[in-house]
Each structure stands twice: as C-alpha cells, then as structure tokens.
C-alpha cells in the first residue's frame, strides 16, 4: 500500500531535548516535506526537499532540521525544542515538486501531535 | 503573508443541502488549486484541483470553480452528507515561483443531519 509513515504518532518531551520525527515513504517520491498546522494559522511548510541530499527552508524552518540521506526517509530534527514548537506536525510526499507538473498532489503521514513541557 | 485565505473557519450545512466553502488567493502567479479533506487524527487527503485554464471541475458530489479575474475558488459539495464533516484546506502551487503548495487556514465543515 502505497503510504507515508510517520513516527511516533503522538509525543510528549520537555524543553531542550533533543527529538526526531521520523518519515518514510514507498512511493518513490523525489519530493517530501515537513508541514505544522497550528490553530488558526493552518498549514505552514517547515523544511521542503527535492532530492536526496537537496533540502532547504520553508515559511517557518527556525528550531528544526532536516536530513535527506535516502530518498524514503525524511526525517526533522528538534535540536533543543521549546514549547512554543507544540503543534501537530505532518510529513507529506509527492512524485515532484509541486512546481514541475500539473496535476501534482502531495500524500500526508498521519500526522504527529508533539508537546513540549 | 498569506498568500491563501480562506476567511470563513467554520461552516455548518443540513444534510442533503449544498455546502460552499470560498477560497481567495493574491498571488496571480498562482496556476494550480487544489482543495484538501482532513478528518480529526489523520493526515489532508487530496480531494479535488483544477488548473487555471479552466473555471470549473466537477468530481462526483464535488466540484470546484475557478474565477480568475477575482482570485476567487469555491468548493460545492452537493449533497452535502454528515461524512462530509472535516477540515477543508484550500491549496495553490505557481509553476514558475516558489516549491510549495501554499495552504490557506481550513474551513472546519460539520454536517448535521
């Protein structure tokens, strides 16, 4: 079943510990991102990466990292999380880049509910 | 800034009626639109788009008009049923600017019944 997996679906940590959120897709996707959506404030891309090795920043990458090592996996990274980084976080994938053809559609993990104490 | 409004959060429609969930967008770049269903505790799946050569896109109950002009999207869903209930995320992408989709805040639909 094609998918994107996200882990751990839920997570409570305290300020300053480092975490990661891992994600993995089998679609052989090139493009996958990391989204928080927030109250209010909707959806809003953390971190974008369209290749291996090719990452860069979105509206709100302040706090996080990313690696891109394998093309599947994509996880980001909380060096030393603060509270105000409470939020739901989601990983998403698509075939390409949403510039580089029509009728391209981003595939979301589940989703991660993180809190930060 | 948000490029992507969508100025309504919430909405509550009979069942068996049309439920209109608006989108505005600013950014004339824009050239793709998709619309997004998120159920609580699970991630947006992809519902319906269009592309700005069109004005309208029709997907079973679902369909969505484009009007350029007045950087306008609706999102028509009729008839509107009680497992309609969700989130609904307005999207745009521009072909030449930017690589990502740009998300509006959700209109939360409930359907009662």
């Known amino acids: 079943e094609a998918q994107v997996t996200q882990n751990p679906r839920y997570l409570i940590t305290v300020t300053g510990k480092k975490l990661t959120v891992t994600c993995s897709q089998n679609m052989n996707h090139e493009y996958m991102s990391w989204y928080r959506q927030d109250p209010g404030l909707g959806l809003r891309q953390i971190y974008y990466s369209m290749n291996v090795e090719v990452t860069d920043k979105g509206d709100v990458p302040e706090g996080y990292k990313v690696s891109r090592k394998e093309k599947r996996n994509f996880p980001l990274i909380l060096e030393s999380p603060s509270p105000n980084q409470t939020s739901l976080y989601f990983c998403?994938?698509?075939?390409?880049?949403?510039?580089?053809?029509?009728?391209?559609?981003?595939?979301f993990g589940s989703g991660t509910q993180l809190s930060v104490l | 800034d948000q490029q992507v409004k969508q100025n309504s959060p919430s909405l509550s429609v009979q069942e068996g009626r049309i439920s209109i969930l608006n989108c505005d967008y600013t950014?004339?770049?824009?050239?793709?639109f998709l619309w997004y269903k998120k159920y609580p505790a699970e991630g947006p799946t992809f519902l319906i788009s269009?592309?700005?050569?069109?004005d309208k896109n029709e997907d079973g109950r679902f369909t969505v008009f484009l009007n350029k002009s007045a950087k306008h999207l609706s999102l028509h869903i009729v008839p509107s049923q009680p497992g309609d209930s969700a989130v609904y995320f307005c999207a745009a992408r521009s072909a030449v600017v930017g690589y990502a989709l740009n998300f509006g805040k959700g209109t939360s639909l409930l359907v009662t019944p």
């Open positions: 998403a994938s698509s075939l390409h880049t949403p510039r580089q053809s029509t009728n391209e559609k981003l595939f």
């Open positions: 269009i592309s700005s050569i069109k």
């Open positions: 950014n004339s770049m824009f050239d793709y």
